[in-house]
């Protein structure tokens, strides 16, 4: 029977890492895919598969390391088999004083015990294997993708281009935000039983003037003095579109207003609000509105501060 270990290349005291490495190596190379024409590297591809299956399986090598299994993981001598222990009988076999067959007890319940892959036929005896495990699919891959503010906000659906050079056409979920992570089967790496996953995960950008807060979005306006003291419409932005925003009169800066539904898409099928924020603009130098404040009878009116305690 083959050696694992030579199989794959490695020494008896290789550590995991190691023994993923040098069959990721040699899966690469010996994969039918890229050995269309070389039925010889198929069947390399399979017996390298198997010793990585059985090298893989910390039981299974310890197994295999004092000798109980073989290098196809079949026992190595159950039994007596091959030692002398048992003997040919009539109906079945005897071993240690059990028999099977007609007058003995059903072995299968043994056999599956011991080797837990035994699977029971249909009469009352075991049929199968000895339960190898299935062929591992590929590596994992993982991205990150960036997402723009406005688009996170609107799932805008994003072009997503892969490690093989092949683009798809991502929608985001709602609720989507920065760490969120979404699974395209079998995007990721071949292996000889299927291919991995790509695992991406969203980070959403940062905006130059709207902020998240939740599902809402916060928005600082700038207005003038003019439209604080007057009130009036002015335009606003959204993450959707500009939209006409009326500013009350008498607006002191800090007064916030509400957009609804003009944030964030919510899991559950609605969407955040935006939150404005105005803020007064008062020009660096005007001298006429300078003139205007030192003549004011007003400016010395009242205390702004006075709930504060100063």
Do not use: C
Not at 221 to 229: D, R
């Amino acid at each position: 029977m083959a050696d694992p270990y030579k199989t794959l290349g490695v020494a008896r005291d290789a550590t995991e890492a190691d023994i993923k490495k040098a069959y990721r190596k040699l899966a690469k190379e010996l994969h039918p895919d890229r050995n269309k024409d070389n039925p010889k590297a198929s069947e390399k591809f399979s017996q390298v598969t198997n010793a990585y299956d059985l090298l893989n399986d910390k039981d299974k090598r310890a197994r295999f390391d004092r000798g109980e299994i073989d290098g196809d993981g079949n026992p190595a001598a159950p039994f007596g088999f091959g030692g002398g222990g048992g003997r040919p009988h009539p109906g079945g076999f005897r071993s240690e004083g059990y028999e099977s067959g007609p007058g003995g007890p059903d072995m299968s319940d043994i056999f599956e015990g011991l080797f837990g892959g035994a699977q029971r036929g249909g009469g009352g005896g075991f049929s199968g294997g000895f339960g190898r495990r299935a062929q591992p699919k590929g590596e994992n891959v993982a991205y990150r993708l960036q997402v723009p503010f406005v688009e996170a906000a609107t799932l805008e659906p994003q072009r997503v281009t892969l490690s093989d050079g092949k683009t798809l056409d991502l929608k985001l979920p709602a609720g989507v935000e920065t760490g969120t992570q979404m699974k395209l089967a079998g995007k990721g790496e071949q292996g000889p039983g299927g291919a991995g996953d790509a695992i991406l995960t969203i980070e959403v950008q940062p905006h130059k003037f709207f902020t998240r807060d939740g599902d809402d979005v916060r928005l600082e306006l700038p207005i003038t003095l003019a439209e604080a003291v007057l009130g009036g419409s002015i335009k606003a932005p959204t993450v959707d579109k500009p939209v006409m925003l009326t500013i009350p009169k008498g607006t002191t800066s800090g007064k916030t207003l509400r957009l609804k539904g003009k944030g964030f898409h919510k899991k559950g099928g609605t969407r955040g609000d935006q939150l404005v924020t105005l803020m007064i603009d008062i020009p660096a130098s005007d001298a006429a509105l300078t003139a205007f404040v030192e003549s004011w009878d007003g400016r010395e009116a009242g205390n702004p501060r006075g709930s504060m305690g100063v």
